[in-house]
């Protein structure tokens, strides 16, 4: 398959709410699949008790409104630390174009008159530290023109540092 490999990363991020920790709107042209998701925490190491935070990966098609609270992070090319962004696998790609791409959303995104629908939910083992999911082919998450995937905290957790990473395959646009 070819297209362009982007890895959309909100950085580490200060989390205590139910939000969503990454919003990604594809422009009117792009089309492609999501291919896994990654999400971390790093501020509770020591942990006697062994809290679970469902995260859960959603699609959004049609009408709906953005989560608020949150930092736009569409110019930022270069992920690292706290900055949050989007990478190219190869330097040498095109812009990657997508419409929006927000972080920390501290509300989550409500739908119109269009849907919001859950791919998969997980569980987030705070003393793990990590939740990383990755798709084989056959399992891709495909993602249309104008829609969104967003990638969420669905429970309240314990105030945390969070990272969290989607990576998408454009195929079109």
């Not at 950085?11 to 205590?16: L, M, N, P, S």
């Not at 929006?100 to 501290?106: A, S």
Request: charged fraction near 15%.
């Amino acid at each position: 398959m070819l297209g362009r490999l982007i890895s959309v990363d909100t950085g580490w991020q200060t989390v205590a709410a139910v939000q969503d920790l990454l919003e990604v709107k594809l422009g009117s042209g792009q089309a492609g699949f999501v291919t896994g998701f990654k999400v971390m925490q790093s501020s509770v190491e020591t942990t006697t008790a062994i809290p679970k935070y469902q995260i859960q990966l959603k699609r959004a098609t049609g009408s709906f409104t953005s989560g608020s609270g949150g930092t736009d992070i569409s110019g930022s090319t270069a992920p690292l630390g706290s900055t949050g962004g989007v990478q190219s696998a190869s330097t040498s790609q095109a812009a990657h174009g997508l419409a929006t791409v927000e972080r920390n959303n501290t509300t989550q995104a409500v739908v119109g008159s269009g849907t919001l629908t859950s791919w998969d939910a997980d569980a987030l083992n705070e003393s793990s530290g990590v939740l990383d999911i990755a798709y084989i082919p056959e399992e891709w998450k495909p993602i249309g023109p104008s829609e969104a995937v967003i990638l969420g905290l669905e429970e309240v957790p314990t105030s945390c540092t969070m990272r969290a990473i989607v990576k998408i395959i454009l195929t079109h646009g």
